[in-house]
């Protein structure tokens, strides 16, 4: 069976992406005004970007290109990690939620590494 032969709402990486973009627009919407057209636009693309990524990878049926999405919405998140650490430096926000946030980020980048390991399988077993 090709990778994406299921429906997106149903798929829990996706799922868990969207809990994430959900927390990151709350970050966002708690921002001082003078980040208004900075960091909180820059914030809320990056998170966009990972759930678009999958989706769009996830429609489009084939591994490789399914890979290739899932990198470009990883490196979303690390994007995301740099802006935690931006709330951090210029302390926009409590310690404890940016900790809770990273720890979220980096396991959802190992779901996208097992995700990611599994499509590499499914690729070879066709082969």
Known sequence: M??????????????????????IYMLAKQLPPQEKYCLNPQMR????????????GHGRWHYQ????????ARG??????????????????EPQLI????????????RFNGYMAYLRRCQQSEE
């Open 76 to 93: 979303s998140i690390d994007e995301i990690l740099d802006d935690f650490n931006v709330c951090l430096d210029e302390s926009y926000s």
């Open 65 to 72: 290109e399914n890979l290739r999405f899932c990198r470009i």
């Open 45 to 56: 693309r990056a998170a966009v970007s990972i759930t678009n990524n999958i989706a769009e």
């Open 2 to 23: 090709e990778a994406g032969r299921f429906r997106l709402d149903d798929f829990e990486l996706y799922q868990s992406a969207r809990e994430f973009r959900k927390r």
């Open 99 to 110: 900790a809770e946030l990273k720890s979220e980020a980096y396991t959802l980048i190992g």
